[in-house]
C-alpha cells in the first residue's frame, strides 16, 4: 500500500475545483482545504474526510482514497447548494487529472447526502468520491 499519493491527489482535486468556470460562478473564491476562521461566505466548498485502503497489485503499490467534499451554506432552501454539488460532480467525476506524484487510474462519484445542520439555519451536501491511485 501506499499513502504517498495522497497529497498530490488532494492538490489535483483542489486545483480542479478552484479552475471550474461552473463550479466559481456559485461560490465564487469560497473552495476551501482548510476553512478560515473569522465569518465564512452564505456558501462555499469545503474539502473533508478521507479513508484509503490498499489496492497494490502486481504493478505495484496503489490504493483506493474515497474522499469527501462537502457543499456548505447558510442561504434558505437547496437550490443553490445542489448548483454547486452538480458542477462539483461534473468536474469530478470520471476527471482525468495530473498529479504531482503517481497517476489516477479512476476517479468516481460515490454517493450524497444533503441534510439540514444546527437547526435547519445551515444546509450541507456531503459527497463521496472513489479515486483509484497507482504510485509508479
Sequence with gaps: M???VSGALQAA???ALVAD???TAVVGTAIYDAVPSGA???IYVRLGNENVTDASDGTGAGAVHRFNVSVITSNAGFAQAKQAAGAVSDVLHDADLTLSRG???SL???RARARRVD???TRQIDM???ARVQDD
Excluded: I, Q
Aim: proline share 12%.
Design 2 to 4: 501506499s499513502f504517498a
Design 13 to 15: 482535486v483542489f486545483d
Design 21 to 23: 468556470p461552473a463550479l
Design 40 to 42: 465564512l461566505p452564505p
Design 103 to 105: 497517476r489516477l487510474v
Design 108 to 110: 468516481r462519484f460515490d
Design 119 to 121: 437547526t435547519a439555519a
Design 128 to 130: 463521496r468520491f472513489a
